[in-house]
């Protein structure tokens, strides 16, 4: 699949603060690209220097490999900071002033306002928006010009639930759409929910990099009840289980790789045991996150 970013030691330092340290990463066109970290990890530095904001101190980076000009960037649409809307314009009108600069085709707008879902409401000024729909005006403008990707950084802070769940689904839209998205965002859940794929920076070290759906594999937890006085001894003599817990009145049994719930219900069939409640959780992106960061002290 086509590279469509790469970074080679990309480095910034602010003064004696190495805010980004020798970054190394890759995004695949129709990737989307979660940029994972806690608060001052080197996040929105590193979107900045993408997109040609901050300057690099060290190390370099290409679009689709080459090295960033006004021509590659006209390729990236990006929500970086609050744009600048005037207020007293209708979304609709704000958008055609966005495409003018941008030299866009103002056909593009019914399409871009479809996507964001903010047809019914393009004709009210955009002072009379909520938060969600100024972010998703945001989202259109960076879209008008039909970037091939587009760079959102914490696309959904501030927002409340119903307003985090409409930014998520349309992100999904986009990436159906086939464009390649690189977002920021310090929240696992939505990294989890809407990335293809994912890197985890700590003070802007690069711990981890690699597909989201990996996240759920190796290790599974199976939750288990049965009416048995020696669950737990049985349990044990298990060859799929590495560990057993008991939990708010569940055994939870920590299965060795290539075991499965169904390997633990027939064991228990075979015993003359019926379980009465049996789930499996996979280890979650939280766990496996928070892993990383203590395993990679900086
Ligand atoms: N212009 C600047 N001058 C000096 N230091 C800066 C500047 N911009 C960022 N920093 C520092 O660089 C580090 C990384 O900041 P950055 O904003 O990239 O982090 P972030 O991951 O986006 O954090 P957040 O989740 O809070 O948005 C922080 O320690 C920050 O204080
Ligand atoms: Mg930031």
């Given at each position: 699949?086509?590279?469509?970013l790469?970074?080679?030691?990309?480095?910034?330092?602010?003064?004696?603060?190495?805010?980004v340290?020798?970054?190394?990463?890759?995004?695949?066109?129709?990737?989307?690209?979660?940029?994972?970290?806690?608060?001052?990890?080197?996040?929105?530095?590193?979107?900045?220097?993408?997109?040609?904001?901050?300057?690099?101190?060290?190390?370099?980076?290409?679009?689709?490999g080459?090295?960033?000009t006004?021509?590659t960037?006209?390729k990236?649409?990006?929500?970086?900071?609050?744009p600048?809307f005037?207020?007293?314009?209708?979304?609709?009108?704000?958008?055609?002033?966005?495409?003018?600069?941008?030299?866009?085709?103002p056909?593009n707008?019914?399409?871009?306002?479809?996507?964001?879902?903010?047809?019914?409401?393009?004709?009210?000024?955009?002072?009379?928006?909520?938060?969600?729909?100024?972010q998703?005006?945001?989202?259109?403008?960076?879209?008008?010009?039909?970037?091939?990707?587009?760079?959102?950084?914490?696309?959904?802070?501030?927002?409340d639930?119903?307003?985090?769940?409409?930014?998520?689904?349309?992100?999904?839209r986009?990436?159906?759409?086939?464009?390649?998205?690189?977002?920021?965002?310090?929240?696992?859940?939505?990294v989890?929910?809407?990335?293809?794929?994912?890197?985890?920076?700590?003070?802007?070290?690069?711990?981890?990099?690699?597909?989201?759906?990996?996240?759920?594999?190796?290790?599974?937890?199976?939750?288990?009840?049965?009416?048995?006085?020696?669950?737990?001894?049985?349990?044990?003599?298990?060859?799929g289980?590495?560990?057993?817990?008991?939990?708010?009145?569940?055994?939870?049994?920590?299965?060795?790789?290539?075991?499965?719930?169904?390997?633990?219900?027939?064991?228990?069939?075979?015993?003359?045991i019926?379980?009465?409640?049996?789930?499996t959780r996979?280890?979650?992106?939280?766990?496996q996150?928070?892993?990383?960061?203590?395993?990679?002290?900086?």
């Amino acid at each position: 699949m086509e590279t469509v970013l790469s970074t080679d030691k990309l480095t910034k330092h602010f003064g004696k603060l190495c805010a980004v340290n020798q970054l190394d990463l890759e995004v695949k066109r129709g990737q989307v690209f979660g940029m994972l970290g806690p608060n001052g990890s080197g996040k929105t530095t590193t979107l900045g220097m993408l997109m040609g904001v901050v300057n690099p101190s060290a190390g370099s980076f290409s679009w689709f490999g080459e090295p960033a000009t006004h021509h590659t960037r006209k390729k990236i649409g990006a929500v970086l900071e609050h744009p600048i809307f005037y207020p007293y314009l209708s979304g609709q009108k704000n958008l055609e002033l966005n495409a003018l600069i941008k030299g866009a085709d103002p056909a593009n707008i019914a399409k871009v306002l479809e996507i964001v879902e903010l047809t019914a409401r393009k004709d009210d000024k955009y002072q009379t928006y909520s938060l969600g729909m100024k972010q998703r005006l945001a989202i259109a403008s960076a879209l008008v010009s039909d970037p091939i990707i587009l760079i959102l950084d914490e696309p959904t802070n501030g927002l409340d639930p119903m307003g985090i769940a409409e930014i998520r689904e349309i992100i999904k839209r986009i990436a159906a759409d086939g464009k390649t998205i690189i977002l920021a965002s310090h929240l696992l859940d939505e990294v989890q929910k809407v990335c293809t794929h994912f890197a985890v920076l700590k003070r802007g070290n690069l711990m981890h990099i690699g597909p989201v759906d990996d996240v759920g594999k190796g290790e599974e937890i199976v939750e288990v009840q049965a009416y048995h006085d020696d669950l737990s001894i049985l349990l044990q003599e298990f060859v799929g289980s590495a560990s057993i817990k008991k939990e708010n009145g569940l055994f939870e049994v920590m299965m060795k790789e290539g075991y499965h719930a169904k390997d633990l219900n027939r064991f228990l069939f075979d015993k003359g045991i019926v379980a009465s409640h049996l789930h499996t959780r996979q280890k979650s992106l939280e766990k496996q996150f928070l892993e990383i960061l203590a395993d990679h002290k900086v």
